[in-house]
């Protein structure tokens, strides 16, 4: 792989050091393909053909204000891969209106302690981890054109896959009061944080889930801050058929594993067709394969992406959101 691929994939990769090192792992002993200027920006022809193409694929059937919304996120991943070392400035890679919206983000969300608590508006967790990008654009749920006609059947399940420690379960519920939600965390140490926070936030009709969802059956290693273990792992197919669940929405952000769980899930989203946030942000397959994936079935689905955070890195907290009208 040549140079313009390889830093423009490390832009996904949040941690210096990480990105450092994968750059190092991957970047060629010899270059004998011609560079061209684009931009600014050195592009290997072999290299650029290949992302120009995913590109396209990407933007396929999607709206205009939609195509503008993607352009302008590959530029900024564009912009990233300028940087060899991976060292930047925020005026470097962000537009002023962009750099004002991270910090009224990260002003906004400002948390009191009470107790053995912290709270943020009505919202309460047992560490102060407010995720700015959820807890203000909140996965842009209010823009869904399927959002009241989920509300409006209860008997619809919510699936809140990577629900962490319960925050984004908060943003589901506030949003569809009565429906169920299944909250899916890998970690039991944070499934069991998703009871506390539910409790904390006076929340029924949760039910945490202690299980990985995936492409297969079995136990599977997991690694995560301080835990080290296995975990049960399951299709999404599996357990909504075992549990007769009908499915009104899927919410995912699970560490880039969201192609396989895709994988067990397809026909669940075949003949369910469920409203889906897909987390893509993780990983260059799944912010250029997942959205041709899901069209590839088929299914009627319309795209749209939500933008959400910015100053992180450049495609912190971008969603996928696929919706049958």
Same mark, same amino acid.
């Given at each position: ?52 193409? @995913?590109?396209?694929?990407?933007? =396929?059937? /999607? !709206?205009?204000?939609? $195509?503008?919304?993607? %352009?302008?996120?590959?530029?900024? &991943? ?69 959002? @009241?006609?989920?509300?409006?059947? =209860?008997? /619809? !399940?919510?699936?809140? $896959?990577?629900?962490? %420690?319960?925050?984004?379960?908060? &943003? ?154």
């Amino acid at each position: 792989m040549n140079t313009f691929l390889v830093n423009l994939m490390a832009g996904f990769i949040p941690d210096k050091s990480k990105r450092h090192r994968f750059r190092h792992r991957m970047s060629p002993v010899s270059e004998k393909s011609v560079s061209r200027k684009n931009g600014g920006v050195n592009l290997i022809g072999r290299d650029l053909e290949q992302y120009e193409k @995913d590109a396209a694929e990407l933007k =396929k059937g /999607l !709206s205009q204000p939609e $195509i503008a919304k993607i %352009n302008h996120i590959l530029k900024r &991943i564009e912009n990233v891969s300028k940087y060899n070392g991976g060292k930047y400035k925020f005026t470097d890679i962000y537009t002023k209106d962009e750099i004002n919206k991270f910090i009224r983000m990260h002003d906004g969300v400002i948390s009191s302690k009470v107790d053995d608590y912290y709270q943020y508006k009505n919202y309460k967790l047992r560490v102060d981890l407010f995720e700015p990008s959820i807890f203000t654009d909140e996965y842009e749920i209010s823009k869904l054109k399927t959002a @009241d006609k989920i509300r409006g059947h =209860k008997e /619809l !399940s919510l699936l809140d $896959i990577g629900a962490y %420690n319960g925050d984004s379960t908060l &943003i589901l519920r506030n949003h569809f009061p009565n429906n169920p939600i299944y909250a899916f965390e890998a970690v039991p140490d944070f499934c069991n944080t998703i009871n506390e926070t539910m409790k904390l936030n006076d929340i029924q009709n949760v039910i945490p889930v202690n299980l990985a969802l995936g492409d297969k059956e079995g136990r599977v290693p997991i690694k995560y801050g301080k835990f080290t273990g296995t975990t049960q792992m399951n299709t999404l197919d599996n357990f909504v058929n075992n549990n007769n669940i009908r499915v009104g929405l899927i919410k995912t952000d699970i560490e880039g594993a969201e192609w396989a769980l895709l994988q067990g899930a397809i026909q669940t989203i075949r003949e369910q067709k469920p409203t889906l946030i897909i987390s893509i942000y993780h990983n260059y397959n799944d912010f250029f394969k997942i959205k041709p994936l899901i069209d590839s079935w088929g299914l009627g689905y319309n795209f749209t992406f939500t933008d959400s955070c910015y100053g992180k890195y450049p495609i912190h907290e971008i969603t996928l959101n696929c919706e049958v009208m």
